[in-house]
């Protein structure tokens, strides 16, 4: 498991990394006690007791020494030689709060190791239920705890200093508070959670020291499976944070059902098979109990830019589908999502009018979590069967908007005109013998001459022949450009009063254009 994940899961306020690459890679917890014989700890995060701070340097050491891949110490301020011995050792150095227990943290860590391998031996849609739980927490500005059917926490989101005691003692025992627990059931709460799909709000308790919380219990048809519980931090919940949690309770559903049932064949495969044709519409209903003869439309995103950072370009992708994932399931509970290549896809069952509506609000959502996200949307096919041509169009869509980074979503109607030029463009470039001599000449006169033919004549194509308006676009006066469009004629030979002709290098003029090397003006 990466130290970043590592770090996400338990939550940085408790573990302070100070030196060492996030993407270290640790395999087990271990205990490193300097009066002990050393052994080995191959991978490990290693727990360093009975020394601190500059006392603990030795043993930092050591423990690089014996294989650790990280090392643990209590932080007492002084920290300079115990990072330097860390840099140097090529070890990872985290350090924890003096009052933390060891054998607490060592539970706590070995419980996220456990969880993360489980959820790798088997994954389930948008990824494991911690990054689940982090998505929750930036969508309803709230700090999340995820229990199974039983009160045993099984994961949570990222905690900040305003978390209450009762969050604090769940995480730390895995299970919530035997004394709230009572008190939630003496005010009904467990009995309104296993009883529907609504949200339900505890109110403040300020006399026991508890924040405002939103539930809502995961389940699957009348069977309860577990609770998402989100608690008030610093700022008040979000505006769509109901809406956010039961769309979050489906997704919470179908992982811990797959984790229940890993016979099943992965919704994650069954969705990227379903869009690209491999896997037929009765089987995904069937496993996943849709209608296959019902609507449905597909809408894709991407990020704006792929970065070139790997793993920056995966957590941004990552991000995007935990997403789309929350607040498709929440617009129908019916909803798939899959990743293929580098898009997101929802495949929305039923959908209805408000697609540009979801679209926007995803998108919204992501810019505010630093992610610049485009969305694609495809025309309502007549049946699940059929997905794979709302999805071809919404491909379609956000190649077209590759090329106006300024829009944000866009449905297959609104571009038609530009997706179907862009992809006649494409077929000329890819068949040399289409191109036209002329506009090559007057191509290779501009590189060679550094005069602008080409992009004069363009503009005054697209003035459709009139020569003030096209001089106005490029800033000239309308004799430059009536001479300059005589040197087109004399360079290409073109006649520009026959309309086939004109249309034929109006084509060519703007597949020149948006070919590397050439000037538009």
């Keep these: 498991m990466p130290l970043r994940q590592l770090l996400l899961a338990v939550g940085e306020p408790l573990l302070e990394r100070v030196a060492g690459s996030l993407d270290t890679l640790v395999q087990g917890v271990g205990i490193f006690d300097p009066d002990d014989e050393v052994g080995a700890f191959p991978g490990e995060l290693v727990l360093v007791v009975g020394a601190r701070g500059r006392e603990a340097v030795r043993s930092v050491r050591a423990a690089a020494r014996a294989g650790a891949a990280a090392a643990v110490v209590k932080n007492d301020g002084r920290l300079d030689d115990l990072r330097a011995a860390a840099e140097d050792s090529g070890i990872a150095l985290l ?187 009765d089987l995904v209903a069937g496993q996943l109990g849709l209608d296959p003869s019902a609507p449905a439309a597909v809408l894709a995103f991407a990020a704006r830019e792929i970065e070139r950072d790997r793993s920056e370009h995966e957590l941004h992708q990552l991000e995007i589908s935990n997403v789309v994932s929350v607040h498709a399931t929440s617009y129908r509970r019916g909803a ?90 494409s077929l000329v470039e890819a068949n040399p013998d289409l191109r036209d001599p002329a506009v090559t000449a007057l191509v290779g006169h501009d590189a060679e001459h550094g005069t602008e033919l080409v992009p004069s004549l363009l503009a005054y194509l697209e003035a459709l022949g009139d020569v003030r308006a096209a001089a106005t676009d490029l800033h000239i006066h309308p004799n430059t450009l009536r001479h300059r469009l005589r040197r087109v004629t004399a360079v290409s030979g073109l006649h520009l009063d026959d309309p086939r002709e004109r249309l034929v290098c109006h084509l060519q003029l703007l597949l020149a254009t948006r070919l590397p090397g050439t000037r538009r003006g």
Aim: zero cysteines.
């Design 336 to 425: 798939l999502v899959g990743t293929v290549g580098s898009r997101v896809y929802a495949v929305l069952p039923e959908a209805g009018s408000s697609l540009t509506t979801l679209a926007g609000h995803v998108v919204g959502v992501l810019r505010r979590a630093g992610v610049r996200a485009q969305a694609g949307i495809g025309s309502v096919a007549p049946a699940l069967g059929d997905v794979v041509t709302s999805r071809h169009e919404a491909d379609r869509v956000l190649d077209a908007m590759a090329r106006t980074p300024e829009r944000d979503m866009a449905t297959i109607s609104d571009l038609r005109a530009e997706i179907l030029l862009d992809e006649t463009l």
């Design 95 to 281: 350090t924890v709060r003096p009052r933390m227990r060891w054998d607490q943290l060592q539970t706590l860590l070995r419980e996220v190791l456990e969880a993360a391998n489980l959820a790798a031996e088997s994954p389930a849609e948008g990824g494991d239920l911690f990054a689940l739980a982090q998505t929750v927490a930036v969508l309803t500005s709230g700090s999340v705890t995820i229990e199974d059917a039983g009160n045993r926490v099984l994961a949570y989101s990222r905690s900040d200093d305003e978390i209450d005691e009762l969050r604090r003692l769940s995480i730390l025992g895995w299970e919530g508070p035997e004394q709230y627990l009572a008190l939630l059931r003496e005010w009904g709460v467990y009995q309104r959670l296993r009883s529907g799909e609504e949200v339900v709000r505890v109110d403040e308790r300020p006399e026991l020291g508890i924040r405002r919380r939103l539930a809502v219990g995961i389940r699957a048809g009348t069977q309860h499976l577990g609770t998402i519980w989100v608690q008030e931090g610093a700022r008040p919940f979000a505006e769509r944070a109901e809406s956010a949690l039961l769309g979050a309770a489906r997704l919470a559903a179908v992982q811990l059902l797959r984790r229940r049932s890993p016979s099943v064949r992965p919704r994650e495969d069954l969705v990227e098979g379903l869009l690209e044709g491999r896997v037929s519409a």
